[in-house]
C-alpha cells in the first residue's frame, strides 16, 4: 500500500509507549498497534486529531504517500 503510518517512529522520537498513547486518546492499545503496523481501512479525524494533540505533532507527520515502483 502506498500510504505508510509513522506512527511508530513519532512514539520515539517522543519517547512514548502505545500503552501511554493509547490512555491519553482513549482507545484500546490493540488499535494502536494495528494503526503503527498500517493494518487498518481507515482512521477517524478525531483519532487522528487526538493522536496530533497527544504527539504534538501534524498529520503528515504520521503519514506519508510512497508510491509503488512502476513495473516495465
Do not use: W
Amino acid at each position: 500500500m502506498p500510504i505508510v503510518v509513522n506512527l511508530d517512529v513519532m512514539l520515539a522520537r517522543r519517547k512514548m509507549r502505545s500503552k501511554e498513547l493509547a490512555e491519553m486518546i482513549g482507545i484500546t492499545e490493540q488499535n494502536v498497534s494495528l494503526l503503527k503496523s498500517g493494518k487498518v481501512r481507515g482512521v477517524r479525524f478525531e483519532t487522528l486529531e487526538k493522536i496530533c494533540q497527544a504527539l504534538d505533532c501534524q498529520p503528515g507527520d504520521l503519514l506519508e504517500y510512497q508510491p509503488a515502483p512502476e513495473e516495465g
